[in-house]
């Protein structure tokens, strides 16, 4: 059995704090959820591979440079095709129109 | 190539035997082996002339598959092999061009996704959440969007970011990706 200040603490913090746990999906993932400090873009063509002497298609490159919750700063930086990358404004359009009813 | 001729016998064994080389060399299907083909497509053939047929072929696809010829470039070429010294007959250039109208775009994407070996965005969720702030003051309520993409490279196992987004970084996401957006429509202007 817990004392009973212990208790009342407990109680103090849930209340102030729970919401935001518990309305998480994943109380887990809250730990793991970076927060983006910089975003960068390139477009490249590509133009030529060993396998394939008339390759050209452009492509888009990002890194996103990512606060972590431990403090540490990691770079992450992926491709996209222009489809794919239409596909990623697409969803961070809807994001945005989201957010604003909510 | 003009108008679409039938297909002169011997074109069904070509066929298969252009879809083989093709599994084999862009789509990644392991297990096509020489023996298989000819057992299948070419059984009344001695391995010896099986062997050069397919190599023959084999040449034929990869160089019009690598300079993704468009069908003058493919004419052009097809008839310059036909006039060569052991090159391929009229009915195989037939069969050839027939092949690679149907499986240009295919083979294309397989080629593009052959030379890419550097992060991809293989899948992407999110939600919007909302989140209490402040121990202070119990109503404040602002939306997150949590998003989690997949991240992977060829034939490795994928990495998942999870990123939290306020309404300002989806602003700024947003503004970047216009940036983008505006640099991709200059360049298919210019090209």
């Not at chain 2, 023959?56 to 010294?85: C, H, I, P, R, Y």
């Not at chain 2, 196992?157 to 970047?176: I, P």
């Amino acid at each position: 059995m817990l004392p009973k200040h212990a208790v009342q603490v407990i109680r103090h913090i849930w209340n102030e704090q729970g919401k935001s746990i518990s309305m998480s999906e994943d109380a887990r993932n809250m730990a793991t959820v970076g927060q983006i400090i910089d975003i960068q873009w390139k477009l490249g063509m590509a133009v030529s591979s060993d396998s394939c002497r008339s390759l050209k298609y452009p492509y888009v490159t990002m890194t996103l440079k990512v606060a972590e919750p431990s403090g540490q700063i990691k770079n992450k930086s992926f491709e996209m095709t222009i489809p794919q990358f239409q596909d990623f404004f697409r969803h961070f359009k809807e994001m945005a129109a989201v957010l604003e009813t909510v | 190539m003009a108008a679409e001729q039938p297909q002169p016998e011997g074109a069904k064994p070509l066929s298969g035997l252009l879809s083989g080389i093709a599994q084999a060399a862009y789509h990644g299907h392991a297990g096509i082996t020489e023996e298989l083909l000819r057992g299948q497509l070419y059984p009344e053939a001695a391995p010896h002339e099986f062997r050069a047929l397919l190599t023959k072929m084999s040449g034929v696809l990869k160089s019009v598959a690598s300079a993704d010829m468009d069908l003058n470039q493919l004419e052009a070429f097809l008839t310059a092999q036909t006039k060569k010294q052991g090159g391929i007959t009229a009915d195989q250039a037939a069969v050839i061009a027939k092949f690679w109208k149907n499986h240009r775009t295919k083979i294309r994407e397989s080629l593009i996704n052959q030379s890419r070996w550097d992060n991809t965005v293989k899948n992407m969720n999110w939600r919007v959440d909302l989140k209490s702030q402040s121990r202070h003051i119990d109503q404040i309520n602002t939306p997150v969007a949590i998003v989690e993409m997949e991240l992977g490279k060829n034939g490795q196992e994928s990495e998942f970011l999870c990123l939290e987004f306020d309404e300002a970084k989806v602003t700024q996401m947003l503004k970047k990706l216009s940036e983008i957006e505006e640099s991709i429509t200059a360049l298919t202007q210019t090209t």
